[in-house]
């Protein structure tokens, strides 16, 4: 499927929950969050049923994302009926780790080709700090249990300044010694994001270039997302750089969001889209359905306007959106 612009939209991320076991400070409040009910949420076969129309449109490659997609009752079967639909090539997740580790082994074996994990510290105390309580140990064990299972990790890191500046070279010795990935995420001002001071990769590159000469730059292949990848030269893993404030790169966008209430959302940052579970439970024909999929995607807006005050932004915090 392509939009007015001219890009190929064959990704799909789909939030299944807006829960989560952790209270990362640039993400969710501490307390008196509120969360979706249960019948607020898109079920397993409306999730299935939204899949399978996409996947009839063209798209290959989904993300299983939250919240904390883990914390999802009968999440694993799930995933296991969605890795069966025909033009389904690709399954991915997005995680925080906590849980990971029980799941690996499961989540090798119903297709799932790589998870990504959000972790922002290698310290036991500044993680607990940023995730209000988090257990780093447990997310470790996880990402050695994906290496030995063949599921390919990629960190989502984000730094913050007078936070976990400090850690960048940190994260980068972990690329050398591990066949990871770790991403420098920029800070979006969604939610609670909007506290803190962020640092852009350029910064961040500067840290990386005062102790390692030898990086060496990465071919991007296909339509591999929005990072741009370097590495040190002979480590097992790659670093990545995903520049949404300060190098916009919608121009290259192939994704599309379905919320853990069903609304699909053209863009990060705009409020645009329409709500495909009351579509779904008006008995809305599968012709018709396709044909209002295809009407949002076509009209996928051009680029964010995150550095600009605008009326249509989007309000909600990540974990409604979907990360």
Same mark, same amino acid.
């Given at each position: 499927?392509?939009?007015?612009?001219?890009?190929?939209i064959d990704y799909l991320r789909i939030?299944?929950?807006?829960?989560?076991?952790?209270?990362?400070?640039?993400?969710?409040?501490?307390?008196?969050?509120?969360?979706?009910?249960?019948?607020?949420?898109?079920?397993?076969?409306?999730?299935?049923?939204?899949?399978?129309?996409?996947?009839?449109?063209?798209?290959?490659?989904?993300?299983?994302?939250?919240?904390?997609?883990?914390?999802?009752?009968?999440?694993?079967?799930?995933?296991?009926?969605?890795n069966n639909i025909n033009g389904i090539?690709?399954?991915?997740?997005?995680?925080?780790?906590?849980?990971?580790?029980?799941?690996?082994?499961?989540?090798?074996?119903?297709?799932?080709?790589?998870?990504?994990?959000?972790?922002?510290?290698?310290?036991?105390?500044?993680?607990?700090?940023? !995730?209000?309580?988090?257990?780093?140990?447990?997310?470790?064990?996880?990402?050695?249990?994906?290496?030995?299972?063949?599921?390919?990790?990629?960190?989502?890191?984000?730094?913050?300044?007078?936070?976990?500046?400090?850690?960048?070279?940190?994260?980068?010795?972990?690329?050398?010694?591990?066949?990871?990935?770790?991403?420098?995420?920029?800070?979006?001002?969604?939610?609670?994001?909007?506290?803190?001071?962020?640092? !852009?990769?350029?910064?961040?590159?500067?840290?990386?270039?005062?102790?390692?000469?030898?990086?060496?730059?990465?071919?991007?292949?296909?339509?591999?997302?929005?990072?741009?990848?370097?590495?040190?030269?002979?480590?097992?893993?790659?670093?990545?750089?995903?520049?949404?404030?300060?190098?916009?790169?919608?121009?290259?966008?192939?994704?599309?969001?379905? !919320?853990?209430?069903?609304?699909?959302?053209?863009?990060?940052?705009?409020?645009?889209?329409?709500?495909?579970?009351?579509?779904?439970?008006?008995?809305?024909?599968?012709?018709?359905?396709?044909?209002?999929?295809?009407?949002?995607?076509?009209?996928?807006?051009?680029?964010?306007?995150?550095?600009?005050?605008?009326?249509?932004?989007?309000?909600?915090?990540?974990?409604?959106?979907?990360?």
């Amino acid at each position: 499927m392509k939009d007015r612009f001219g890009r190929n939209i064959d990704y799909l991320r789909i939030s299944v929950t807006d829960n989560c076991n952790l209270r990362c400070i640039y993400c969710m409040k501490e307390k008196n969050n509120k969360f979706l009910k249960l019948e607020e949420k898109l079920t397993d076969d409306e999730i299935y049923k939204i899949v399978y129309e996409f996947s009839k449109l063209g798209i290959k490659k989904i993300r299983i994302t939250g919240g904390e997609p883990l914390v999802r009752k009968n999440i694993l079967n799930l995933i296991e009926n969605l890795n069966n639909i025909n033009g389904i090539e690709e399954i991915y997740i997005t995680t925080n780790g906590i849980l990971l580790l029980d799941y690996v082994e499961i989540l090798a074996k119903n297709g799932v080709k790589g998870v990504n994990i959000s972790l922002d510290s290698l310290k036991d105390y500044k993680f607990k700090d940023i !995730t209000r309580g988090g257990d780093l140990n447990k997310v470790l064990k996880a990402i050695d249990k994906c290496i030995e299972c063949g599921i390919k990790v990629k960190l989502n890191t984000v730094i913050i300044d007078e936070i976990n500046k400090d850690e960048v070279l940190d994260f980068i010795a972990l690329t050398i010694k591990k066949p990871i990935d770790v991403r420098f995420i920029e800070l979006m001002p969604i939610g609670e994001g909007k506290n803190f001071k962020p640092i !852009t990769n350029r910064e961040i590159l500067d840290i990386i270039k005062k102790k390692y000469i030898d990086l060496k730059e990465i071919k991007r292949e296909g339509s591999s997302g929005p990072a741009k990848y370097i590495k040190v030269n002979n480590s097992l893993g790659k670093i990545g750089f995903i520049s949404a404030m300060s190098n916009c790169f919608c121009s290259e966008c192939n994704r599309i969001r379905i !919320t853990s209430d069903g609304f699909l959302k053209q863009c990060l940052h705009w409020n645009y889209g329409v709500d495909l579970k009351e579509l779904l439970r008006s008995g809305i024909t599968e012709e018709k359905l396709q044909k209002v999929i295809k009407d949002n995607i076509y009209n996928k807006p051009e680029k964010h306007l995150f550095n600009e005050d605008t009326k249509d932004e989007e309000l909600r915090f990540m974990n409604e959106i979907g990360g």
